[in-house]
């Protein structure tokens, strides 16, 4: 394995805390999936909030943690995807924080956009970095990484788990049936970047974007998602549905002109794909 790698948890928490007051910040050398190890974590401490003791059975605030894997060997992408990292090559980190939303539309939207113009700030006429309907974020027309979002009530609360996945550098993993284009990395986009480089870049952007949707949900990043879009004016299929991407609306539905008319996709267990000229 790759030599343990730098990365300034001291500062990086001095950094983050006052956004998310009682945050923890780990990193492991190996774990099959970080998403999966802080869903675990957030229903032990909750079956053990309840626990009786001498004082009574009482709920505790669950407090927000990230964990980061320097090798993750079993990722998760959407509908029971693997997400393949190498060891050095990758970024792979899921953050949990509680979260009260009464609409979690567009979400994963959100969080794309906060990473995207963290990488590559919104100044290029053109960006280099886009966002596929509803998780991922590519590079010059190549998958680049991904976005997991899942929650898990827990002691009162309902608690968020968002994953992150993102090709940084050496070689990224070979083309599947899923992309044919194959994958990206940021080395391409800025070869002096490390995984840890690219975190200390976008946890305070991606914290950031959480704590305001909670107030404002995705309306606010509506224009944002439109410049990086991937899928606008492109021929899609989105489950059973076929059309013409013309956009996402506030609420990040995926808007598409079919045969039968206009129809809006909610998020989900839903399967985007480019129509096969648009994706060669």
């Not at 998310?20 to 999936?33: D, K």
């Not at 609420?251 to 000229?277: F, H, K, N, Y």
Request: overall charge negative; aromatic content about 6%; hydrophobic content about 45%.
């Amino acid at each position: 394995m790759a030599e343990h790698q730098q990365w300034g948890v001291e500062a990086l928490w001095q950094d983050l805390e006052p956004l998310l007051p009682g945050m923890s910040i780990e990193v492991l050398a190996r774990a099959e999936s970080t998403n999966s190890a802080l869903l675990e974590r957030v229903r032990s401490d909750a079956r053990q909030s309840f626990e009786p003791s001498p004082y009574g059975r009482r709920a505790h605030d669950l407090q927000p943690c990230l964990l980061v894997a320097e090798h993750q060997t079993h990722g998760r992408g959407r509908m029971g995807r693997s997400w393949h990292a190498g060891p050095g090559a990758s970024l792979t980190f899921s953050l949990a924080l509680p979260m009260s939303l009464s609409d979690w539309s567009g979400l994963s939207l959100a969080v794309g956009c906060a990473i995207a113009d963290a990488l590559e700030p919104p100044t290029e006429a053109t960006p280099r970095l886009q966002l596929k309907w509803p998780n991922d974020i590519w590079l010059d027309g190549r998958k680049l990484g991904g976005i997991l979002i899942e929650t898990v009530p827990a002691a009162g609360q309902r608690m968020v788990v968002v994953g992150v996945g993102l090709n940084v550098g050496g070689q990224p993993p070979a083309a599947d049936a899923q992309y044919q284009t194959g994958f990206a990395s940021l080395a391409e986009l800025q070869p002096q970047l490390d995984p840890p480089t690219v975190l200390a870049r976008v946890a305070r952007p991606l914290i950031q974007a959480l704590l305001d949707f909670q107030t404002a949900g995705f309306a606010p990043w509506q224009s944002a998602y439109a410049r990086r879009d991937l899928l606008l004016g492109r021929h899609v299929t989105a489950g059973a549905l076929e059309g013409l991407a013309q956009g996402v609306n506030a609420q990040g539905e995926l808007l598409l002109q079919t045969a039968s008319g206009p129809q809006a996709v909610a998020g989900g267990e839903i399967s985007v794909r480019l129509a096969a000229d648009e994706a060669s």
